[in-house]
Every structure is written in C-alpha cells, then in structure tokens.
C-alpha cells in the first residue's frame, strides 16, 4: 500500500487537476442539463465527464508507468501509461457518440429551452475552468520542451510543440482545448437559439462538439498504439548520435536507438572503440558517454556496448559543431 501510495505522488498532476476539475464541471451541467433541458449543456455534460473518467485513469496509469522493473518484468512498467491512454479513449468515444446522438435527435426535432442565465452563467464558469487547465497543462508542456513559459505565451508554444509532450499532459491538453472551444460553441449556440429562434443551433453546436471528439480519440488512439509497440525518437536519435560521435575516443557507431517507454526514452549504443585501449580506459568512455546521455531531455535508461574499430565507417553523420538535426542522417538499425 505504501508502495501505490508513493507512486501516486509521482503520477502526472496535470492529469490529476483535469480530472477534479472536470468531476466538478461535469455535476454542474448535469444539474443546469436537468432544469432546462438543453442538448449543447448535455453534449458538455457528456463531454466533461468523460474527460472526469478519462483523466483519473491517465494519472492512475501515468503513476503506474513510474513503478521500478521486477524480476517478472525486467523493461519496467514504462509503455503501461500508453495503455491506459487508450484504453480511455474508449471512454470518449461513448460520450462522443452520446452528443452526437442527442443533437441529431434535436436538429430533427428542435424543442426550445428554458433557463437562459443558468446555461450562460454554467457553460461560461465551466469554459473559464476549463481554459485554465488547459494553460496548466500547457506550462507542462514547455517544462518538458526545456522551456519555462506561462500563461498564453505557453499556450501558443504548446500548440506547435505538442509532439514533445509527455502522453499523459498531451491527452489532458487535447482534450481540454477541444473543452474549451465546446463550451465556447455551446455558449453561442444558446445564444443564437434564444435570441433568433433558431433552436437547431443547440444540435448543431451538440454534434460539433461530439465530432471535436471523436478527434481526439482517433489521435490519442494512433499516438498511444505507436507507444505501446514502440516508437523510434528520430530527432532524440540524431541528437544522442551525434554525443557519441563526438567523443574523441570514438571511432565510429554501429547502432543508435531511442525508443519512447511511455514518458521516457530508452536508449541503446553500439559503438566502436580502438583495440588497443585497456578495459580500464574503455569503461572510463562508457562512464563519461553514460554521464551524458542520462542528462538529457527523457531519458531513463542508457545501454552502451562496444565493439573493436573494424576500419568500416558506418556512421554517416557529420562531427562538426552543429547540432541541428538537419545535418544528420539516420543510422543504419
């Protein structure tokens, strides 16, 4: 117990917060949903609280994936956060369907709804609540990209450095992004339906955001499958090969791979090394390379081995000084 207790502690908090948020959002459009009856209040309703569900079991499964490899299961529990991403999806995909569902039923039967001040006053607390999960999650984002941005400035770095998120902060911020617009067109679409009399509005606005959805669900689900079979970091790769290569006592590298175990990154080298050296003086370079590629952004894990210089160039990338990744070509695997 004490054991699930400090993992828990070590689970993503961006998730945790989404998740206690959304609970609280989503018993309140129930309640608003309940009084006036309105299909965009309980397309939100669906969605908040599949985000509620979604989200817990994100930081159950992201506090999991910290848990230290056993005998049983000596490559450790890293990829088990990308299963439980999509497995919560799953989750989604139901309210997705839900909201859609109930606002075909309303565009083909449009009913007009009481309540105007409740469903504003809700459905903007709720958006606002929303938003600003989504600008924590955001922090995160650039916390992990080695940035240290806040507010709408971290918000925008996010939206073009998402794929540099952990799966856990990049699920939370997907997912209230799209909350947040919902609850944006949920807001409109009352307004629209109470002042024009246009009360389709309120269906439309119910199948959009089911639609925003189902989205997320297809892109958290291709993300997550990759994670879960394992998926090469090509930009961390080219980095990390290019450390190596650098080293003076490297005569060149047969084998580079930077795999991505959940939140982390698992790499293994092969380098060549001169014949003559010592095992001494070899492990001293292994040491040093270790030291390293361990500071670097993600990863976990490093295995480094090495083989006698064969006189082949295998490596095909450049050891001049800069280290942008364009000047690198892939490894041969």
């Not at 918000?155 to 909350?179: C, G, Q």
């Not at 199948?207 to 925003?212: A, E, L």
Request: with cysteine; hydrophobic share 50%; aromatic share 8%.
């Amino acid at each position: 117990m004490n054991e699930m207790f400090s993992l828990l502690k070590q689970g993503n908090k961006p998730s945790l917060l989404a998740g206690v948020v959304n609970a609280v959002i989503a018993i309140i459009k129930a309640v608003a949903f309940f009084f006036t009856g309105n299909v965009a209040m309980f397309a939100e309703t669906m969605h908040s609280l599949g985000d509620a569900a979604n989200q817990f079991f994100v930081y159950i499964g992201s506090a999991l994936s910290k848990k230290a490899p056993t005998p049983q299961y000596p490559n450790g529990f890293g990829r088990v956060v990308n299963l439980v991403c999509l497995g919560a999806v799953i989750v989604v995909a139901i309210m997705s369907y839900e909201a859609i569902k109930e606002g075909w039923s309303h565009i083909m039967n449009p009913t007009e709804t009481k309540g105007l001040l409740i469903n504003l006053s809700v459905l903007g607390v709720a958006t606002l609540l929303e938003f600003s999960v989504l600008l924590k999650a955001s922090k995160e984002i650039s916390r992990d990209s080695g940035e240290n941005y806040k507010g709408l400035r971290a918000f925008l770095f996010s939206l073009t450095h998402l794929n540099r998120a952990k799966p856990a902060t990049k699920l939370v911020f997907m997912e209230d992004l799209v909350a947040t617009i919902g609850g944006i067109l949920a807001f409109l679409s009352v307004l629209i339906a109470h002042f024009t009399g246009f009360f389709a509005a309120e269906g439309i606005a119910s199948m959009v955001i089911g639609i925003m959805m189902f989205y997320v669900v297809g892109r958290i689900f291709l993300e997550n499958a990759r994670g879960a079979i394992g998926e090469t970091d090509e930009e961390m790769m080219n980095h990390i090969a290019h450390i190596v290569a650098e080293d003076p006592d490297i005569k060149d590298i047969q084998k580079v791979e930077v795999l991505k175990e959940g939140e982390y990154l698992h790499v293994e080298v092969v380098a060549e090394v001169d014949p003559s050296k010592t095992v001494a003086y070899v492990d001293d370079v292994r040491d040093r390379l270790m030291m390293i590629i361990l500071k670097q952004r993600g990863v976990k894990e490093a295995l480094i081995s090495f083989d006698e210089d064969d006189g082949i160039r295998t490596w095909k990338g450049t050891n001049s000084n800069d280290k942008s990744v364009e000047t690198f070509k892939k490894l041969p695997k």
